[in-house]
């Protein structure tokens, strides 16, 4: 099963993505982690790619098309390889037109794209309050899914969680992300999610979706 998680920042993607991966044994690949992992090289590309993401922006489609091929190809060597799960990828349509060139090249193709449809009042509000564990990489919600007491001096804040830069991801998902959902609605691949809802709900949801 290939599986593709698709909605604004905020709406849950990433923390729903651990649970679909070891529910249903797929390889997830995430570009935010693997961009953010890059930064935490300390190499030479790890200010440019910090600076850039503090801006919101999108990073060039063949940067991130690179660094995908290269994750789908170490993902599927594996033995135990059953399947993978994109998580803010693609984020636009040359993208998604990359991943498809792969996938078929390997004999293989997306089985759907869960879209998490969240209102944009919600998301300010749950980005402001999310911290990221550093040693762990698992990340919390100061209101809906509070840290335990032990991990709390591990927290920080992402450099683009600041409400300005949430604004310009939301716009930028609006105009360069969203007409993806008109994509994949050609080849009938969409499943719509209430991401508004608390976590267990919404994974639920997810699980009714994917069976
Ligand atoms: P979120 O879904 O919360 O916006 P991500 O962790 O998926 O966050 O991405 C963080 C940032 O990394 C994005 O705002 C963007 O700058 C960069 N990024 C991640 N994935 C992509 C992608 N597929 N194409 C271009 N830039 C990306």
């Known amino acids: 099963m ?60 063949e940067m991130v098309n690179n660094l995908v091929a290269e994750a789908i ?48 009042s919600m998301i300010v509000e749950r980005i402001s309050s999310r911290r990221v564990d550093k040693i762990t990489g698992k990340v919390y919600n100061l209101i809906s899914m509070p840290p335990p007491k032990e991990v709390i001096e591990n927290l920080f804040q992402r450099i683009d969680d600041t409400e300005e830069v949430i604004k310009n991801r939301l716009n930028i998902y609006k105009e360069q992300t969203e007409p993806l959902i008109a994509h994949y609605s050609k080849s009938n691949l969409i499943k719509n999610i209430d991401a508004s809802k608390e976590f267990e709900n919404t994974q639920k949801n997810i699980s009714l979706t994917l069976q």
Do not use: W
Request: proline residues 6%; charged residues 20%.
């Open 2 to 61: 290939i599986v593709i998680l698709l909605g604004p920042p905020g709406s849950g993607k990433g923390t729903h993505a651990e649970e679909i991966c070891q529910n249903y044994d797929l390889t997830p690949i995430s570009t935010g982690n693997i961009l953010r992992n890059l930064i935490a090289t300390n190499s030479n590309v790890a200010k440019d790619v910090a600076e850039m993401m503090g801006t919101g922006e999108l990073f060039p489609d």
């Open 73 to 120: 190809n170490s993902s599927i060597q594996k033995p135990d390889y059953k399947g993978l799960l994109f998580d803010g990828y693609p984020r636009t349509v040359c993208q998604a037109v990359f991943l498809e060139e792969i996938l078929k090249n390997l004999n293989k193709q997306v089985s759907c794209v869960l879209v998490f449809n969240i209102p944009d």
